[in-house]
């Protein structure tokens, strides 16, 4: 089992373009989640999704957008890329939700100049 | 408003030494509580987490927690710590309130080995 994988590894953006990150996992997991990691920040949610074709805002989701088709997939899109969204991207799934292990990405780290 | 709290952005500790990493929560109830353990340039990995019973909770990689309610923390121990454990940890609450899911990630921890 590949677990979970991120598409692309490494990014680099000019303001104001578009991409979307895809996020991949072969564990039948329900929920599935997006999160930055910022240094001194630690790791804050994107966005989520209970299942395939819901989603949910988390603590940072302004800028980014989100959608699961399949419940394997889990796609993040910047519409238009900002500086601010600097940052390494992760991307997890889990069996349930709050008390359930996270299994992470490798991330993706993007640059937006 | 729940909240995780790491005190020591950085830790030092020769090889063989032992380690106490702090984690600080803040939650009306009793949540669902997690450390978690990131190598440089890879993901995180469940290294142990506590739900119920047992205040002592084993992980991998020879880890313990002890999860102390009457002083909100999670604290993660190790009695000999191996430079191969130099990482960054994280503390994590999980959280189901009024309907609302919150998963909270403390800012980390990066621990230094010295041989």
């Known amino acids: 089992n590949a677990g979970v994988t991120q598409t692309p590894k490494f990014r680099v953006l000019k303001t104001g373009q578009s991409m979307t990150l895809l996020c991949a996992q072969d564990?039948?997991?329900?929920?599935m989640y997006w999160y930055r990691q910022d240094p001194g920040m630690g790791l804050r949610l994107i966005h989520y999704?209970?299942?395939?074709?819901?989603?949910a805002k988390g603590e940072v989701p302004d800028g980014y957008n989100v959608s699961r088709l399949k419940k394997q997939n889990f796609l993040l899109g910047l519409e238009s890329a900002a500086p601010s969204q600097t940052s390494v991207y992760f991307c997890?799934?889990?069996?349930?939700?709050?008390?359930?292990?996270?299994?992470f990405g490798p991330g993706t780290r993007l640059t937006v100049l | 408003a729940q909240s995780v709290t790491q005190p020591d952005i950085h830790i030092t500790v020769s090889e063989g030494a032992s380690l106490e990493l702090r984690c600080n929560y803040s939650y009306g109830a009793t949540p669902y509580l997690f450390w978690y353990v990131q190598s440089p340039g890879q993901g995180l990995q469940l290294l142990l987490k506590y739900f119920s019973g047992d205040t002592l909770v084993q992980g991998i990689k020879g880890f313990e927690a002890e999860f102390k309610r009457s002083q909100s923390s999670f604290n993660l121990r190790k009695p000999s710590v191996h430079w191969s454990d130099a990482a960054e940890y994280f503390c994590a609450v999980g959280a189901i309130t009024s309907g609302t899911y919150k998963y909270i990630f403390g800012t980390g921890t990066r621990l230094k080995v010295l041989a």
């Open positions: 999704s209970v299942g395939e074709g819901t989603t």
């Open positions: 997890a799934s889990s069996g349930s939700l709050a008390y359930g292990e996270q299994f």
């Open positions: 564990m039948n997991h329900e929920y």
